[in-house]
Nanobody
Framework: EVQLVESGGGLVQAGGSLRLSCAASGFTFDDLAVGWFRQAPGKEREGVSCISAPDGNIYYADSVKGRFTISRARNTVYLQMNGLKPDDTADYYC??????????????????????????WGTGTPVTVSS
C-alpha cells in the first residue's frame, strides 16, 4: 500500500520542541520533493518547509525560519521544531511530489499549497502548543 505516515506530534508548552517524522511506505522518496504543511482550525493550509529534488534545496516559510529544521534520511523526512509558539498549533502533514523545485517554491515561498495537486499526501499529526 502506498502511503505517507506522519508521527511525532503532541502537546508541548511554548518554547518547547518536537520532532515530526514522515515515513514513506510502498514507494521511495527518490527524485521526489517532500514538504511539510500545516492547517490550523478555521485557517487555510499553509506551507512550512520543503526539501526539493534532485537539487536538495531547502525552503522554509518565513514564520518558521530559524526555529524549524527539515532533514531527510533515506525514506523518512523529519521536521525538528524548536522554540514552538501557540501559533504553531495545527495539524501537520507531509506531502511528496514529482514537481521538484517548483513544488517547493510554489507551496512554501510562493502562493502556497492552495489547490496544488500533490502526488502523495499523509493523514497528518496534531501539534498543540500551550501558552
Amino acid at each position: 500500500e502506498v502511503q505517507l505516515v506522519e508521527s511525532g506530534g503532541g502537546l508541548v508548552q511554548a518554547g518547547g520542541s518536537l520532532r515530526l517524522s514522515c515515513a514513506a511506505s510502498g514507494f521511495t522518496f527518490d527524485d521526489l520533493a517532500v514538504g511539510w504543511f500545516r492547517q490550523a482550525p478555521g485557517k487555510e493550509r499553509e506551507g512550512v518547509s520543503c526539501i526539493s529534488a534532485p537539487d536538495g534545496n531547502i525552503y522554509y516559510a518565513d514564520s518558521v525560519k530559524g526555529r524549524f529544521t527539515i532533514s531527510r534520511a533515506r525514506n523518512t523526512v523529519y521536521l525538528q521544531m524548536n522554540g514552538l509558539k501557540p501559533d504553531d498549533t495545527a495539524d501537520y502533514y507531509c506531502a511528496a511530489d514529482k514537481g521538484g523545485p517548483a513544488f517547493c517554491s510554489i507551496t512554501i515561498v510562493g502562493p502556497g499549497p492552495g489547490d496544488y495537486d500533490m502526488d502523495y499526501w499523509g493523514t497528518g499529526t496534531p501539534v498543540t502548543v500551550s501558552s
